[in-house]
T-cell receptor
Framework: GESVGLHLPTLSVQEGDNSIINCAYS??????FIWYKQESGKGPQFIID?????DKRQGQRVTVLLNKTVKHLSLQIAATQPGDSAVYFC????????FGKGTMLLVSP | DAGVIQSPRHEVTEMGQEVTLRCKPI?????LFWYRQTMMRGLELLIY????????DSGMPEDRFSAKMPNASFSTLKIQPSEPRDSAVYFC???????????FGPGTRLTVL
């Protein structure tokens, strides 16, 4: 989930498990959402996006779900691999882009 | 393509000094963004340009910060004078059009002593 404090929430999974990372966004008028992955020492990398007129979008091993009623976004990663270990951010867009605080995903072999 | 290029990768300076961060966006991208990342505040959008023109600078923290984009292949973010609370990683990103698929640079880690 999202953090409003100093510490990033952490999700620890075993290799091969499915991972679900959650995000609560703030602006009900936001019409576009993006998930980013950030590995240590690198800039964020685009993973998948979804527009507000959709409730689900699938990519390669990733699925994003959007629930506008409760302003909730989730990222599902299938068959999680050690290379998926990173911090994951959601971002909402309404005239400007606002990032969430991020969730750290740790995948152990 | 080399991707978004930022320099320097690391900068250590003393309080009160001027700091200039540089960014070369991906060729052909019309938008350029400057972000700041800290543990306390996460990723913050500072300013973005479209076709070299600043569009939204509402995220720039204060007058000590300024950004320019003199041409399509170069932008600077300047802090004068710098303060310890400016210590952060500063990212530059570019996109061809729209908000999707922003390509981020590797970042500049700034430490102000």
């Amino acid at each position: 989930g999202e953090s409003v404090g100093l510490h990033l929430p952490t999700l620890s999974v075993q290799e091969g498990d499915n991972s679900i990372i959650n995000c609560a966004y703030s602006n009900s008028a936001s019409d576009y959402f993006i998930w980013y992955k950030q590995e240590s020492g690198k800039g964020p990398q685009f993973i998948i996006d979804i527009r507000s007129n959709m409730d689900k979008r699938q990519g390669q091993r990733v699925t994003v779900l959007l629930n506008k009623t409760v302003k909730h976004l989730s990222l599902q990663i299938a068959a999680t691999q050690p290379g998926d270990s990173a911090v994951y951010f959601c971002a909402e867009i309404y005239s400007t882009l606002t990032f969430g605080k991020g969730t750290m995903l740790l995948v152990s072999p | 393509d080399a991707g978004v290029i930022q320099s320097p990768r690391h900068e250590v300076t003393e309080m009160g000094q001027e700091v200039t961060l540089r960014c070369k966006p991906i060729s052909g991208h019309d938008y350029l963004f400057w972000y700041r990342q800290t543990m306390m505040r996460g990723l913050e959008l500072l300013i973005y340009f479209n076709n070299n023109v600043p569009i939204d600078d509402s995220g720039m923290p204060e007058d000590r910060f300024s950004a320019k984009m003199p041409n399509a292949s170069f932008s600077t973010l300047k802090i004068q004078p710098s303060e310890p609370r400016d210590s952060a990683v500063y990212f530059c990103a570019s996109i061809r059009t729209g908000w999707d698929e922003q390509f981020f640079g590797p970042g500049t880690r700034l430490t102000v002593l």
